[in-house]
């Protein structure tokens, strides 16, 4: 969701923004990759748990950051893309969807 989408839904007016993604990713904090480790691990056995009980899960991530980081020279994914490849690998197996 980009900035101008967000102000929409809150009914703010937020100038409108672009994003280039062949920007230098940020440095991973050391915060950000325990954090990250967390989700990986826990965002799976999450949604096995509470999907089996509900038809409609939903994740809110209040300090998520950019989808992108760097840790020793390499790519690292930040939490929106850990939860988006949880909910993808989840509806993957047939899971989560109800007749």
Request: with cysteine; aromatic share 8%.
């Amino acid at each position: 969701m980009v900035a101008t989408e967000l102000g929409y839904i809150l009914g703010q007016q937020l100038p409108a923004e672009r994003v280039d993604m062949d920007i230098t990713p940020q440095h991973l904090k050391v915060t950000s990759r325990i954090k990250h480790a967390i989700l990986q691990k826990y965002l799976p056995a999450w949604s096995n748990i509470l999907g089996s009980a509900n038809s409609t899960l939903g994740y809110v991530d209040c300090y998520a950051g950019p989808g992108v980081y760097e840790h020793g020279g390499v790519k690292s994914d930040g939490s929106p893309v850990i939860a988006v490849k949880a909910a993808d690998r989840y509806l993957e197996k047939g899971q989560g969807i109800r007749s």
